[in-house]
């Protein structure tokens, strides 16, 4: 499975959009970008997930970029509830499991 | 209703015990999943079943026993507890090993 880069923290104001950013350089044609969330003390929530083509949801929107090297999370009205440890994840249909990393921890100020 | 539900939400027992977590989903899905997540917040899978059968089996202690008794439970029997066993472990699912996983609210165990 390709490897993902995150930064470790980041903040951003509440009612502002939070850009998470992901690098996975050495990504496959056929793996896919997942992104889950882990809020404190609860379980990892699935976001969104995305192979080619920029995704949204009710929850974000996933941009990712034409050489499929790097992607953005966009939360776009950042509220305190969405403070969380984002997770974001290469998978492929082959893989047994998802494989997650250390996450940046997004805190939304007030 | 929940979707996939844990049980205890707690757990703190003595070295040398032995326990067993529950795990249920009613999303209809194929393969469960136990990852565990330490001190550190590394989550780290432990078991995986699909309809019923072992599939990841990663490096865990053997006093760790996974149990599927139909594709809606996974349970895990813990044997002879440890100190290094405390950490929240977490149940999940999917449909056909896609990547979209939900999971469980977790079980807190604490070893003392």
């Known amino acids: 499975d390709a490897k993902t880069t995150q930064p470790t923290s980041m903040d951003c104001a509440e009612g502002r959009a939070a850009n998470l950013p992901c690098n996975h350089s050495t990504i496959s044609g056929n793996e896919y970008v997942y992104w889950y969330r882990q809020i404190h003390s609860q379980g990892p929530q699935y976001i969104i997930h995305?192979?080619?083509n920029n995704e949204t949801n009710e929850m974000a929107s996933l941009i990712i970029t034409e050489d499929r090297k790097s992607s953005t999370l966009i939360l776009p009205h950042a509220t305190l509830r969405d403070t969380a440890v984002y997770y974001c994840i290469v998978w492929v249909g082959s893989a047994r499991q998802l494989t997650f990393g250390s996450g940046t921890q997004l805190t939304v100020l007030p | 209703d929940t979707a996939v539900s844990q049980t205890p939400k707690y757990l703190v027992t003595q070295m040398g015990n032995d326990k067993s977590i529950k795990c249920e989903q009613n999303l209809g899905h194929d393969t469960m999943y136990w990852y565990k997540q330490d001190s550190k917040k590394f989550l780290k899978i432990m078991f995986s079943?699909?309809?019923?059968?072992?599939?990841i089996n990663e490096t865990v202690p053997n006093r760790f026993s996974p149990k599927s008794p139909d594709k809606a439970h996974l349970n895990l029997h813990i044997n002879s507890l440890e100190l290094g066993d405390s950490a929240v472990y977490f149940c999940?699912?999917?449909?056909?090993?896609?990547?979209?996983?939900?999971f469980g609210s977790g079980t807190r165990l604490t070893v003392v």
């Open positions: 995305g192979l080619k």
């Open positions: 079943y699909n309809n019923k059968e072992l599939i």
């Open positions: 999940a699912s999917s449909q056909d090993r896609r990547g979209g996983y939900t």
